[in-house]
C-alpha cells in the first residue's frame, strides 16, 4: 500500500501510525481528525485535569517531533464525512471547504460520541467530558461550594465526583440502574464500588432518572426527577455512555451495527483493506471468538498492532485479555478479563480499605474476570490466571487471604 | 556493550566492573528467579530495576517505566524475558530495554550486572 489514511485524532489513530511505523509499512501515512489539537490522551480528562494541581494543560498522545519522526501528514480541524470504497476515496471537510482523499488503506478510528441528554444541548452548564475544550469547560466550573449534579455514576460519573469532592464540591449522582455499573461488574461487587460515594460525602440515587433540567435564562438551575425531586445544580455534568460515531459511514456500504463490523484482523467485513480501531470497532476478540465492542485504552493499542501486523504481511500477535482502569477517590480499580462473562465466586476486602479483589467464574468455573483494588502486583497474577482459564477456586486458594 | 548474562553466569570480576564503577544491588540468593526489586536512586545514579529470569540470570534496566511513573521493580510481572508494566500493561525486553507494545514506544535503558563473592552489582 502506498497511502493509509487513518481518519480519527486519539488512541486508535495514533496507536495505528505508530504500529504501523514500528511494523516497517514505510508508504505515504495521512491522519485525519477533527479536532483542533494535536492528538491528547483522553483518560486524564476526567481525572487529573480536574485537579487543582492541574493548570489545564493536556498530556500529548502525538507531539510534533512524533509526527516529524514517524513521518507524517496531520490534517487537524479536518472532518470526514463521507466513503466511498469502490473509489477508494474518503471525503472530507476542512475551513477550505470539501475535498477528497484518495487512499489505498483505510483505518477507521472515530471511536464513540457521548450520549446527550435529550432537549440539554443549549443549557449553559449542561456538560459531557469526552473532550479537552469539554474538560476545561467543567474545570472552570468547578469551586468549593458549588452544587454540581452527574447523571450516570459509570466510568465518567464515578471519576468525576471524585475530583469534584476533592475540590469542595457538593456532588449528587443520579443513576437510572439500582446499582451504577451492575452490567459491568455484577450487583455485588458494582455495589460495593459504589458505596465509596457516599463514604466521601456524595449523594447517590440509584433507580432514577432525570425528569427535565431546569433552567434559569438558558442557565442550568436544578434538575427535576422522576420522583419529582428537584436537585439544585450550578452544573449538571452527563456521563450516560457513548454510541460509536459512524453518521459520516451511512451511505458507504461499511457494516455499521453498533460499530464497525471487523473480522478477527480488523479488516471491515466484505472490505479488504479497510481497518477499524479502538472504540469504533466491533470485532471476534481471539480469546472469546464472538463480536466485542470494547471501550477501553489499552484495546486501541492491542488492535493497532494486529491491524499493523496485517498490512504489512506478519503474523498476528498475540491479544491480551480486556483491561481498564478507573481512579476513584484515591483508590485506583483495575479490571481484567470480562466480569459480566461470569458472576463473582469470591469477594475479598472493600474499596475504602483499599485491598478489594473479586474473581469472577463462567459457567465451567475458569476464572473470567477480576477486579482488584491498589494492588496492581495480585492484578497481574490475576490476569495471567484469567489468560490460563484456571479455576476460579484454585486462584482463590492460591492468590487471595481467606477472609477472617 | 558486555553480555551481561555472561557475566552473572561466570560471576566472575570483571575488569569494566573496576573501572566504571558498580552499585551494590543485593545478595545473591535474596532474589528468586522470576522475581524482581529496585535499587533506589542514589545521588547522580538512577533508581534501577534488577531482575532475575526463571533461568537465573539477572538483568537490569531503569526503574521507571517509558509510559508514565511506575516502579517496574516493586510492582511488575516478569514473564520469561519480558517485564510487564501494571498500570497500563507495556512490555518491555528485560535484555535489550525494547518497548515490545504499547503503550510504551520509548525503550528502557539497560544496565550491565555482575556477581561477586555472592553479591550482585549492578554497573554504571
Ligand atoms: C474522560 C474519559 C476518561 C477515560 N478514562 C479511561 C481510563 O481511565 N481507562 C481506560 O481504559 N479508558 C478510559 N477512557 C476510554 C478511552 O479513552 C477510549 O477507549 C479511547 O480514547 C478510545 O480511543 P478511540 O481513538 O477509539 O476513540 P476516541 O477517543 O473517541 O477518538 C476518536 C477520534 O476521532 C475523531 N473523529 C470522530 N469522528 C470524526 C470524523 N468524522 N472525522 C475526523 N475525525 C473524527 C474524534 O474527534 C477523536 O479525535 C476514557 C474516556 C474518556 C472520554
Ligand atoms: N476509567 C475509565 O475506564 C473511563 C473513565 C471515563 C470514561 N470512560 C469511557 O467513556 C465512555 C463514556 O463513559 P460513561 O461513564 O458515560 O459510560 P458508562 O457506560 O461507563 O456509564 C454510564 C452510566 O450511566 C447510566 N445511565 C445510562 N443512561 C442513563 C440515564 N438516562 N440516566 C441516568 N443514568 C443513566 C448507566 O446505567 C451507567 O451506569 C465509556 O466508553 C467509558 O468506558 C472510561
Ligand atoms: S506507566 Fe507503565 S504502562 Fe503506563
Redesign the interface.
Known amino acids: 500500500m502506498n497511502r493509509i489514511v487513518v481518519v480519527g485524532g486519539s488512541t486508535g489513530a495514533v496507536r495505528s501510525v505508530q504500529a504501523l511505523r514500528r511494523a516497517g509499512y514505510d508508504g505515504e501515512l495521512v491522519l485525519v481528525s477533527d479536532e483542533a489539537h494535536l492528538p491528547y490522551d483522553r483518560p486524564p480528562l476526567s481525572k487529573d485535569l480536574l485537579a487543582p494541581e492541574s493548570d489545564g494543560s493536556p498530556v500529548p498522545l502525538l507531539t510534533a517531533e512524533d509526527v516529524e519522526r514517524l513521518d507524517l501528514d496531520v490534517r487537524l480541524g479536518t472532518r470526514a464525512v463521507g466513503l466511498e470504497p469502490a473509489n477508494r476515496t474518503l471525503h472530507v471537510v476542512d475551513d477550505e471547504g470539501p475535498s477528497a482523499i484518495v487512499y489505498d488503506g483505510l483505518v477507521v478510528a472515530t471511536g464513540v460520541q457521548p450520549r446527550r441528554l435529550p432537549g440539554t444541548d443549549h443549557i449553559d452548564g449542561v456538560h459531557v467530558i469526552r473532550t479537552l475544550e469539554d474538560a476545561r469547560a467543567v474545570r472552570d466550573r468547578l469551586g468549593e461550594g458549588r452544587r454540581a449534579v452527574v447523571v450516570g455514576a459509570g466510568f465518567i460519573g464515578a471519576e468525576f465526583a471524585s475530583v469534584a469532592r476533592a475540590r469542595g464540591v457538593e456532588v449528587t449522582l443520579v443513576e437510572a440502574q439500582e446499582v451504577p455499573l451492575a452490567h459491568v461488574l455484577g450487583r455485588e461487587v458494582a455495589a460495593e464500588v459504589a458505596s465509596v460515594h457516599e463514604a466521601q460525602g456524595a449523594r447517590l440515587m440509584a433507580g432514577r432518572s432525570v425528569a427535565e433540567v431546569v433552567t434559569d435564562q438558558g442557565q442550568v438551575r436544578a434538575v427535576r426527577l422522576d420522583d419529582g425531586t428537584e436537585l439544585p445544580a450550578d452544573l449538571v455534568v452527563v456521563g450516560i455512555g457513548a454510541t460509536p460515531a459512524t453518521d459520516w459511514l451511512v451511505g458507504s456500504g461499511l457494516p455499521v451495527d453498533d460499530g464497525v463490523e471487523c473480522d478477527v484482523d480488523l479488516q471491515v467485513v466484505g472490505h479488504p483493506g479497510i481497518y477499524a480501531v479502538g472504540d469504533v470497532a466491533r470485532w471476534p476478540h481471539p480469546a472469546y471468538g464472538r463480536p466485542l465492542r470494547i471501550e477501553h485504552w489499552t484495546n486501541a493499542g492491542d488492535q493497532a498492532e494486529v491491524v499493523a501486523a496485517h498490512v504489512v504481511g506478519r503474523d498476528r500477535p498475540n491479544v491480551p485479555l480486556p483491561y481498564v482502569w478507573s481512579d476513584q477517590y484515591g483508590h485506583r480499580i483495575q479490571i481484567v478479563g470480562r466480569p459480566a462473562d461470569g458472576v463473582a465466586v469470591a469477594v475479598h476486602g472493600s474499596v475504602a480499605g483499599g485491598d478489594l479483589a473479586a474473581l469472577y467464574a463462567g459457567p465451567d468455573g475458569r476464572l473470567v474476570g477480576a477486579v482488584v483494588v491498589d494492588d496492581p502486583r495480585l492484578l497481574m497474577r490475576l490476569r495471567k490466571a484469567a489468560t490460563a482459564g484456571t479455576p476460579a477456586g484454585e486462584v482463590e486458594r492460591a492468590l487471595l487471604t481467606p477472609a477472617s | 556493550m558486555t553480555n551481561s548474562d555472561d557475566i552473572a553466569e561466570k560471576g566472575t570480576p570483571m575488569e569494566t566492573a573496576q573501572t566504571i564503577g558498580r552499585r551494590f544491588a543485593c545478595n545473591e540468593g535474596d532474589l528468586a528467579p522470576g522475581e524482581s526489586m529496585t535499587v533506589p536512586a542514589d545521588g547522580e545514579d538512577i533508581a534501577v530495576a534488577l531482575y532475575r529470569n526463571d533461568d537465573g540470570e539477572y538483568f537490569a534496566t531503569a526503574d521507571t517505566c517509558t509510559h508514565e511513573d511506575w516502579s517496574l521493580g516493586e ?3 516478569l ?1 520469561g524475558n519480558e517485564v ?1 508494566c ?4 507495556a512490555r518491555f525486553d528485560i535484555r535489550s530495554g525494547e518497548a515490545l ?3 510504551a ?1 520509548i525503550a528502557l535503558q539497560t544496565f550491565d550486572v555482575v556477581c561477586e563473592d555472592g553479591k550482585v552489582y549492578v554497573l554504571r
Not at chain 2, 501494571?86 to 500493561?89: A, D, E, F
Open positions: 510492582d511488575s510481572d514473564e510487564v501494571p498500570l497500563h500493561m507494545c504499547f503503550p514506544t
